[in-house]
């Protein structure tokens, strides 16, 4: 029993260890996202929308096995997890092998590395110093630069490019891991919450997401908002002019818009809605006198009243933004300003109370009433909300982080080619010098082919070209 | 039966060819005759897109006739085709540029013009660098179809919407259609691949017979009692469709039509059921009863596809929903169409495999170097997406205030690099090569191609304008 619980123990880890067990990870975790967008999902849908496309019994069962939630079920960050681990064991146990290219690199192949190398050719040369010097300069005319390496009496030569290459694979590992760490950090300390202003109103306190409310240590007022249209009436711009008060005292101001959201203590305050409140700002009347005389241009707002002459004053009733009748009940469409109604009353000396009905969308409309003036509505202001998202989410950095950090090891994984070049003066099999030259590549290793046989004949050329001018040599040698 | 065709007299060959150039002139005179719907689209723009249809079709027939008879003129041709019908497509892109006053990028329309502009560049691109001149056999039909929707979709110039209007946004686009144009690069490597490794005949007929099971399925659901076809209505004072509430277009019945594309459907199951019992008990009868019938059903396609274009593109019908008769335009069902006429292409492109394999296989780099070209497809479209995700993600954060919230379209994203990285995980710390990378390769594909077009017309989400 025992041994067969180790041996089961034994094999979870060797699957852990299994490059093989990530592709399949990564396959079940695409998988499951699917099945995440092709069920309904919970925190998406209002439970109608559920009742109507599934019938209860199938419900009950997407339920039971977190379908109806799949981003946030139990086994669905589990095999995150899973991946993570495997992701950590995969790349530990390799890395060292990596950090050896790049920690500690092979200046000087021995006799098991070279016959074992794919790529290398021999120069028959008269002097090494000579042949080193051609292949010096060949190196060189590539752009790399390399270095002289002196061992047991004899010199030979080693260089190599994009030696970081060799690690491209764990800055990948390690920049998904950071990502997914500042997921974890946005989802267990990160929230989310709405909070809907209007002109000059202020708030310190947000309605989460998940009903909650959260208080914030500072106030934040609106000063301001509006909608910019297109031509075709479509809107362009949203806006909201924010301010941010410490103890009273103003310490930030932003208008933001869509896009363009104000940031204040790692709290993102982003423009999200914009509409009417239904209730009116001000009313611009124009009161002509029924008997005779100069119209005069009023401006009312609720409840405050306004005097027209020493008898008579005028104040705001009732108003309706998008005026219908259902039966004899006045009732509204909408709480935008379609099909306005003003109710006023105006009170004057001798003849009492009057209630005037005003409709801006009919100005020919006019019922008999008592008021000794006649009003027309040059304009009116609608109280307007923003709804703005707020949100607090302190793992993006390690996101932002990770996400830039990924782009650079792709780049390192794709583009970049850890190559190595080696030259050793030796003997050949028949006792002649030769210049032995060698190189391997981490990747593109036919491409890579063509560079080498490019080098060698370089070589070559700059071999013979120092033989036929004794010039260099005996510089070489005076040195 | 295939294996001969390279012994065949050449005067044979030529025929082929003049008749797939010639079908491919009367597909496209007939096209406009056809009266496609060009909503609201500057004329310039319209025509400069029909110029590009032409050339692209024209490359495609040039291509194809490379591919079966290996003449290098046809090559040539193909590739002068292609550039003139890139430079159409270059200039609508510019004329629409500069009428818009910003990047094309900001509804499907806009996307598929961007990505046949990407695809036509790659294509061109990977024939001159790594001479690989029968790419466009696979890739030029992509882009026809792509300019076909076009004429078919929604193409009124619109402002932006205030969630559209960053610099992220074209970030985000540019990158995704760079990496899909890869993608869909790498998927035409991939066939390739297998087609030169040797992969059955047969194998070819079932995956090609299955997709086609697949699209008439998809057709099926639209089948009325009645034995008519159901598509959406169309209003011709608004230029869109009717709605009867959100997300739910009023449909009307076209008589007859359900029938055919049953027909249709049935004779797409016939091959596929005789090459997989063929293929199961090595019947070599079987599997030549079924390419006889995959050639029948091939002209049935061609029957129902020419039915739906006379039927679908006017008229008024009755509907289920309503009462009354009202108006369809083909421009009423880009999907459907688009579903036929790709289908009809693959059709093609298999007939095509079926008779001349032998010659095509000669046309072909080896199977090392296309082996190669598809992992190094793949290594440019990878970060690409990556990036595009990133970049996509920056901009939802911005806007609304998340950076990731399992909306459909970013979880299909998701799901397309995580099929990727499984195709690199593969090759790079495995050395999975050859059948199994090109496979992974062709469902990385289909994974991108319903990113793209699934995600936006089947599933809901912040994306709808995408």
Same mark, same amino acid.
């Given at each position: 029993?025992?041994?067969?619980?180790?041996?089961?123990?034994?094999?979870?880890?060797?699957?852990?260890?299994?490059?093989?067990?990530?592709?399949?990870?990564?396959?079940?975790?695409?998988?499951?996202?699917?099945?995440?967008?092709?069920?309904?999902?919970?925190?998406?849908?209002?439970?109608?929308?559920?009742?109507?496309?599934?019938?209860?019994?199938?419900?009950?069962?997407?339920?039971?096995?977190?379908?109806?939630?799949?981003?946030?079920?139990?086994?669905?960050?589990?095999?995150?997890?899973?991946?993570?681990?495997?992701?950590?064991?995969?790349?530990?146990?390799?890395?060292?092998?990596?950090?050896?290219?790049?920690?500690?690199?092979?200046?000087?192949?021995?006799?098991?590395?070279?016959?074992?190398?794919?790529?290398? &050719?021999?120069?028959?040369?008269?002097? &090494?110093?000579?042949?080193?010097?051609?292949?010096?300069? &060949?190196?060189?005319?590539?752009?790399?630069?390399?270095?002289?390496?002196?061992?047991?009496?004899?010199?030979?030569?080693?260089?190599?490019?994009?030696?970081?290459?060799?690690?491209?694979?764990?800055?990948?590992?390690?920049?998904?891991?950071?990502?997914?760490?500042?997921?974890?950090?946005?989802?267990?300390?990160?929230?989310?919450?709405?909070?809907?202003?209007?002109?000059?109103?202020?708030?310190?306190?947000?309605?989460?997401?998940?009903?909650?409310?959260?208080?914030?240590?500072?106030?934040?007022?609106?000063?301001?908002?509006?909608?910019?249209?297109?031509?075709?009436?479509?809107?362009?711009?949203?806006?909201?002019?924010?301010?941010?008060?410490?103890?009273?005292?103003?310490?930030?101001?932003?208008?933001?818009?869509?896009?363009?959201?104000?940031?204040?203590?790692?709290?993102?305050?982003?423009?999200?809605?914009?509409?009417?409140?239904?209730?009116?700002?001000?009313?611009?009347?124009?009161?002509?006198?029924?008997?005779?005389?100069?119209?005069?241009?009023?401006?009312?707002?609720?409840?405050?009243?306004? &005097?027209?002459?020493?008898?008579?004053?005028?104040?705001?009733?009732?108003?309706?933004?998008?005026?219908?009748?259902?039966?004899?009940?006045?009732?509204?469409?909408?709480?935008?300003?379609?099909?306005?109604?003003?109710?006023?009353?105006?009170?004057?000396?001798?003849?009492?109370?009057?209630?005037?009905?005003?409709?801006?969308?009919?100005?020919?409309?006019?019922?008999?009433?008592?008021?000794?003036?006649?009003?027309?509505?040059?304009?009116?202001?609608?109280?307007?909300?923003?709804?703005?998202?707020?949100?607090?989410?302190?793992?993006?950095?390690?996101?932002?982080?990770?996400?830039?950090?990924?782009?650079?090891?792709?780049?390192?994984?794709?583009?970049?080619?850890?190559?190595?070049?080696?030259?050793?003066?030796?003997?050949?099999?028949?006792?002649?010098?030769?210049?032995?030259?060698?190189?391997?590549?981490?990747?593109?290793?036919?491409?890579?082919?063509?560079?080498?046989?490019?080098?060698?004949?370089?070589?070559?050329?700059?071999?013979?070209?120092?033989?036929?001018?004794?010039?260099?040599?005996?510089?070489?040698?005076?040195? | 039966?295939?294996?001969?065709?390279?012994?065949?007299?050449?005067?044979?060959?030529?025929?082929?060819?003049?008749?797939?150039?010639?079908?491919?002139?009367?597909?496209?005179?007939?096209?406009?005759? /056809?009266?496609?719907?060009?909503?609201?689209?500057?004329?310039?723009?319209?025509?400069?897109?029909?110029?590009?249809?032409?050339?692209?079709?024209?490359?495609?027939?040039?291509?194809?006739?490379?591919?079966?008879?290996?003449?290098?003129?046809?090559? %040539?041709?193909?590739?002068?085709?292609?550039?003139?019908?890139?430079?159409?497509?270059?200039?609508?892109?510019?004329?629409?540029?500069?009428?818009?006053? %910003?990047?094309?990028?900001?509804?499907?329309?806009?996307?598929?013009?961007?990505?046949?502009?990407?695809?036509?560049?790659?294509?061109?691109?990977?024939?001159?660098?790594?001479?690989?001149?029968?790419?466009?056999?696979?890739?030029?039909?992509?882009?026809?179809?792509?300019? /076909?929707?076009?004429?078919?979709?929604?193409?009124?110039?619109?402002?932006?919407?205030?969630?559209?209007?960053?610099?992220?946004?074209?970030?985000?686009?540019?990158?995704?259609?760079?990496?899909?144009?890869?993608?869909?690069?790498?998927?035409?490597?991939?066939?390739?691949?297998?087609?030169?490794?040797?992969?059955?005949?047969?194998?070819?007929?079932?995956?090609?017979?299955?997709?086609?099971?697949?699209?008439?399925?998809?057709?099926?659901?639209?089948?009325?009692?009645?034995?008519?076809?159901?598509?959406?209505?169309?209003?011709?004072?608004?230029?869109?469709?009717?709605?009867?509430?959100?997300?739910?277009?009023?449909?009307?019945?076209?008589?007859?039509?359900?029938?055919?594309?049953?027909?249709?459907?049935?004779?797409?199951?016939?091959?596929?059921?005789?090459?997989?019992?063929?293929?199961?008990?090595?019947?070599? %009868?079987?599997?030549?009863?079924?390419?006889?019938?995959?050639?029948?059903?091939?002209?049935?396609?061609? /029957?129902?596809?020419?039915?739906?274009?006379? %039927?679908?593109?006017?008229?008024?019908?009755?509907?289920?929903?309503?009462?009354?008769?009202?108006?369809?335009?083909?421009?009423?069902?880009?999907?459907?169409?688009?579903?036929?006429?790709?289908?009809?292409?693959?059709?093609?492109?298999?007939?095509?495999?079926?008779?001349?394999?032998?010659?095509?296989?000669?046309?072909?780099?080896?199977?090392?170097?296309?082996?190669?070209?598809?992992?190094?497809?793949?290594?440019?479209?990878?970060? /690409?997406?990556?990036?595009?995700?990133?970049?996509?993600?920056?901009?939802?954060?911005?806007?609304?205030?998340?950076?990731?919230?399992?909306?459909?379209?970013?979880?299909?994203?998701?799901?397309?690099?995580?099929?990727?990285?499984?195709?690199?995980?593969?090759?790079?710390?495995?050395?999975?090569?050859?059948?199994?990378?090109?496979?992974?390769?062709?469902?990385?594909?289909?994974?991108?191609?319903?990113?793209?077009?699934?995600?936006?017309?089947?599933?809901?989400?912040?994306?709808?304008?995408?």
């Amino acid at each position: 029993m025992e041994s067969q619980g180790r041996s089961l123990g034994k094999r979870a880890w060797q699957e852990l260890r299994s490059v093989r067990t990530g592709i399949v990870l990564l396959l079940v975790i695409g998988a499951a996202s699917a099945a995440g967008t092709l069920v309904l999902q919970r925190p998406l849908t209002d439970s109608q929308s559920l009742a109507r496309a599934y019938s209860p019994q199938t419900l009950r069962w997407l339920d039971a096995l977190g379908l109806t939630d799949v981003f946030h079920s139990w086994w669905f960050v589990a095999l995150l997890l899973l991946l993570c681990a495997n992701i950590v064991v995969v790349s530990a146990e390799r890395l060292p092998m990596a950090w050896r290219f790049f920690a500690r690199p092979y200046l000087r192949p021995e006799p098991h590395f070279v016959s074992g190398l794919p790529l290398q &050719a021999e120069i028959p040369v008269r002097r &090494a110093d000579t042949g080193l010097a051609a292949a010096e300069s &060949a190196l060189r005319a590539m752009g790399l630069r390399p270095r002289r390496v002196e061992a047991n009496g004899s010199v030979s030569l080693f260089a190599e490019r994009h030696r970081v290459a060799r690690l491209a694979a764990y800055v990948v590992h390690a920049s998904l891991l950071l990502i997914l760490a500042g997921g974890v950090v946005d989802g267990l300390a990160g929230w989310r919450g709405f909070v809907a202003l209007t002109h000059n109103q202020q708030t310190s306190t947000i309605e989460l997401r998940n009903g909650g409310i959260k208080s914030l240590p500072f106030v934040v007022r609106c000063d301001g908002a509006g909608q910019e249209n297109y031509e075709d009436g479509t809107p362009r711009r949203w806006w909201t002019r924010l301010a941010v008060l410490e103890n009273g005292r103003e310490v930030l101001k932003k208008e933001i818009e869509v896009n363009e959201p104000l940031v204040y203590r790692g709290l993102r305050f982003f423009q999200s809605s914009y509409g009417s409140t239904g209730e009116v700002e001000s009313i611009h009347l124009s009161a002509v006198p029924k008997l005779g005389g100069a119209p005069q241009s009023i401006v009312l707002r609720p409840g405050e009243g306004v &005097a027209l002459d020493a008898k008579t004053t005028v104040r705001l009733l009732s108003f309706v933004p998008d005026f219908v009748l259902r039966g004899n009940q006045i009732e509204t469409r909408s709480l935008e300003p379609r099909n306005p109604a003003i109710q006023l009353l105006v009170a004057s000396q001798p003849g009492g109370e009057a209630k005037v009905w005003l409709f801006p969308r009919f100005p020919g409309f006019a019922h008999p009433d008592a008021s000794p003036y006649r009003f027309e509505v040059a304009d009116l202001e609608m109280g307007y909300f923003t709804g703005l998202q707020v949100a607090y989410e302190p793992g993006q950095w390690a996101v932002w982080a990770g996400a830039i950090l990924m782009g650079l090891g792709l780049i390192m994984a794709f583009y970049m080619v850890h190559v190595r070049y080696w030259v050793v003066p030796v003997a050949d099999n028949r006792g002649r010098l030769v210049l032995w030259v060698g190189a391997s590549a981490s990747k593109n290793r036919a491409e890579f082919e063509a560079r080498f046989k490019e080098l060698t004949r370089k070589i070559e050329a700059g071999v013979r070209a120092r033989s036929s001018n004794p010039a260099p040599v005996a510089s070489v040698t005076g040195a | 039966m295939a294996r001969a065709a390279a012994a065949e007299p050449t005067s044979r060959r030529n025929n082929t060819l003049l008749i797939l150039v010639g079908l491919a002139v009367v597909f496209l005179v007939l096209t406009p005759a /056809l009266g496609m719907p060009k909503s609201g689209a500057s004329p310039d723009e319209a025509s400069l897109l029909y110029g590009a249809l032409v050339f692209y079709a024209a490359a495609t027939a040039f291509y194809v006739g490379f591919a079966v008879s290996g003449n290098d003129p046809y090559a %040539r041709f193909a590739s002068l085709a292609t550039w003139v019908g890139f430079a159409a497509n270059t200039l609508a892109v510019a004329q629409r540029w500069y009428v818009a006053g %910003r990047p094309p990028f900001s509804n499907i329309y806009e996307m598929l013009l961007s990505f046949v502009w990407t695809l036509a560049a790659l294509t061109l691109f990977v024939e001159r660098r790594y001479g690989v001149k029968v790419l466009g056999t696979v890739t030029m039909p992509l882009a026809v179809v792509g300019v /076909l929707l076009m004429q078919l979709l929604p193409s009124a110039v619109r402002p932006l919407v205030p969630a559209l209007q960053s610099t992220w946004l074209h970030i985000h686009v540019t990158l995704a259609m760079l990496g899909y144009a890869a993608c869909a690069i790498s998927f035409a490597l991939a066939l390739m691949f297998l087609i030169k490794d040797k992969v059955r005949t047969e194998t070819f007929l079932a995956a090609t017979s299955a997709m086609l099971v697949g699209i008439y399925l998809g057709v099926a659901t639209r089948f009325d009692p009645s034995g008519g076809l159901r598509v959406a209505a169309w209003d011709p004072a608004e230029g869109r469709e009717i709605f009867l509430a959100e997300r739910t277009p009023l449909l009307v019945v076209i008589p007859g039509l359900g029938w055919l594309f049953f027909l249709v459907l049935a004779s797409a199951v016939v091959p596929l059921a005789l090459a997989l019992w063929g293929v199961w008990n090595r019947r070599e %009868r079987a599997i030549e009863w079924a390419n006889r019938v995959f050639v029948l059903s091939t002209f049935v396609q061609g /029957l129902g596809l020419v039915a739906f274009l006379l %039927r679908a593109r006017d008229g008024m019908y009755p509907s289920g929903q309503a009462d009354g008769l009202f108006a369809t335009r083909l421009g009423a069902s880009p999907f459907l169409l688009a579903g036929m006429v790709s289908g009809l292409a693959a059709a093609l492109l298999y007939l095509m495999l079926w008779w001349r394999r032998a010659g095509l296989e000669r046309m072909l780099p080896d199977a090392d170097t296309l082996d190669r070209l598809t992992y190094r497809t793949i290594g440019i479209a990878f970060p /690409l997406l990556t990036l595009m995700i990133a970049a996509g993600a920056y901009w939802a954060n911005r806007t609304w205030g998340s950076y990731w919230s399992w909306d459909p379209k970013e979880t299909w994203a998701l799901i397309t690099w995580l099929v990727y990285a499984g195709y690199l995980h593969m090759r790079m710390a495995r050395g999975w090569r050859g059948r199994r990378a090109a496979y992974f390769a062709i469902l990385g594909f289909a994974v991108v191609l319903f990113t793209f077009f699934g995600v936006t017309y089947l599933l809901p989400g912040l994306h709808a304008y995408a």
